[in-house]
């Protein structure tokens, strides 16, 4: 639990009061106060496009308001550049790492620096940067390569690159957006250290539990605008949060209607492909889905969900075993003639995946049926028909985007996915392939997503649902198989949390069952 806070002990190192934000066609921030004290963490809780990281982007330096005041330590501050905001002590570790991949800790860690200038000791500030490391619980390897790191070593990477430069003021982006569940218990208590020698943490978060757990005081935007600002994690609850980021009552439970199963219109069997290293991800993948039935995978990040995602869209390579869809052998077709066939992928990666981050929202609506009547017509593009479609699509799925021409890569990640959804859901798939679908969502938006997959589950798709959050998959789910290292170790019907748990560690559900254990 977040620690008792002693309001008058403490000193305000971060004062930000009537500060505005202004975009072409947007007001992201409006007249909004914030204030941060010494020693705490702070979470910043809003909707996805509420204005979160806009307004820690001024205070980070990247952006100048366009009214109001900001104090750092009591003095007045409007950063012109993040170099001048990590000079007065301010520091922010972005959702997207900035790192070079072939260097090592050390040497990212003194990226961009001025010492040393000419000759680096590597040695010497390996030990520096190691004895920071131990300092705070910073578990990372000072030699390593970036490229060797996992996601959540990479984000210590960042965190000890704000440390060394001497940073009191930690600002954390949807630091756990990418984090598995053992890696956000480790960055919840490199925080915990940080606060306990005075450090100052900004948690810009949607989710709802987390901000319970780590936060001491919560401020929350809506559209712009500060709906409850510094409040006493303590004395509110998730009803009250999720109430004061959406403006309405929020329902925390899934509601699920009896649907009948229909024929199977997915069957996978024997599967196997690399990942992109050409190491085997998929060894030997057994499942089906049917119609009107969620099937979902549950495993630990990394274990070969999204190269079976992939094999299934026809995006990687299958080198062994078969993809069955509706009766046709779809292995290894050419992705146009799965989507013909009516698959759908949302993919965990939205921008690399999802989408082509410079073109308009109108393009990537209209991304499957470009050449289809009565958006196609020939090799030309009826702009008209393709402007209207995307309109449409943009009220029905409430995506926040000035127009319909702004590029995707300008949006927030909720927007972002609800582009994706609604270009898949739009074309009626046969079988929808989720992967992740709820990832980095707001609470409004999850229930949102959660509604739209399960009315897809109504009108008869196959949905193939990858997830690392359990609740999730629990909920949602008819059936469960659980991965570990490219290999189905079972299926569960009953959502029995402990067999899913077990098997994510790598057991077969025939032990566990032989054995009794669960």
Known sequence: MAKEISGNEQLNVVSMLGVSKRFPGVIANDHVDFVLRQGEVHALLGENGAGKSTLMNVLAGLYRSDGGTIEVNGKAANFGSPREAIEAGIGMVHQHFMLVPSQSVTENVLLGLDEPRFRMNLSRYNKKIEEIAEQYGLHVDPAAKIWQLTVGEQQRV???????????????????????????????????????????????????????????????????????????????????????????????????????????????????????????????????????????????????????????????????????????????????????????????????????????????????????????????????????????????????????????????????????????????????????????????????????ILAQREAGAAILLISEELDELISLSDRIYVIYEGEIMGQVDDGDIDKIGQMMMGARLEHIEKEGVA
């Open 158 to 452: 960042e965190i000890l690159k704000m440390l060394y430069r001497g940073a009191e003021v930690l600002i954390m982006d949807e630091p756990t957006a990418v984090l598995a569940p053992s890696e956000i218990e480790e960055l919840f208590k490199t925080l915990r250290s940080m606060t306990a020698q005075d450090k100052s943490i900004v948690f810009i978060s949607h989710k709802l539990h987390e901000v319970m757990e780590i936060s001491d005081r919560v401020t929350v935007l809506q559209k712009g605008k500060v709906t409850s600002s510094g409040i006493q994690t303590k004395d509110v609850t998730r009803a009250d949060l999720a109430r004061l980021m959406v403006g309405r009552e929020v329902v925390f439970r899934v509601e699920k209607k009896l649907v009948e199963i229909g024929d199977t219109v997915l069957s996978v069997k024997n599967l196997k492909a690399d990942n992109d290293k050409g190491l085997s991800a998929i060894n030997g993948v057994s499942l089906t889905v049917s119609q009107g039935e969620i099937v979902g995978l549950a495993g630990v990040a990394g274990n070969g969900q999204n190269e079976l995602a992939e094999t299934l869209a026809g995006l990687r390579e299958v080198l062994d075993g078969e993809i069955i869809v509706n009766d046709k052998d779809v292995t290894n077709n050419p992705v146009k003639k799965g989507i013909r066939q009516g698959i759908s992928l949302i993919p965990a990666d939205r921008t690399l995946v999802g989408t082509a981050p410079n073109l308009s929202v109108t393009d990537n609506m209209i991304m499957k049926n470009y050449d289809q009547e009565p958006i196609g017509q020939g090799w030309i593009v009826n702009s008209t028909e393709a402007n209207s479609y995307a309109s449409d699509l943009k009220e029905a799925y409430e995506i926040m985007v000035p127009t319909i021409e702004t590029s995707v890569r300008l949006l927030s990640g909720g927007n972002l996915q609800k582009v994706i959804l609604a270009r898949e859901i739009s074309s009626e798939p046969k079988l929808m392939v989720a992967v992740q679908p709820t990832r980095g969502l707001d609470v409004g938006a999850i229930e949102g997503v959660q509604k739209l």
